[in-house]
């Protein structure tokens, strides 16, 4: 298992995205746990990327209950189709925030985030089983590349 995260912090984002994504398939390969290799997921982007908020919300009956993450506090329940994870949820589909105080319902668990992205994972059948937040201090902070990355991280945890 690879127990050192290996990265070149002068690179780009999509450089530093392609790096993480073998060293976070081989966490996932040697781990079956979901909460562990959530904890990990989180840890890396934090590590690597220092974003304000990793973490993961599960869906849990008709709300996403708070999982792993890196940072601080967070809300610990969310109901489908509020705020921005419960409509990531309700939509199947990744939200970019670039403005949180432009996104109606936008639930501030920490005054700082000023930007975010939200991606789901789904289940084998398809289902949204969760979602991947993360969360910056700085606005506009994500772009496609971060989708995109995100997108095949989530997908990892199918
Ligand atoms: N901002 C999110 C809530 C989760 S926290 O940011 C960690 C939302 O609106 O769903």
Redesign the pocket.
Known sequence: MAEVLSFNKLGGKADIYAELLPQIEALLVAESDLIANQANIAAVLHQAFGFH?V?F?RVQKDEVVLGP?Q?PL??TR?AKG??????AWQQSATIVVPD?DQ?P??????SL?RS?I?VPYFDRNGEVAGVL?V?SEYPDAFSAIDQLWLEKIAALLT
């Open positions: 908020w973490g919300y993450f940072g967070a809300c969310i509020k705020g921005v994870c419960g409509s949180v996104f319902g936008h639930i501030a668990c920490s985030s975010e939200v937040d969360d």
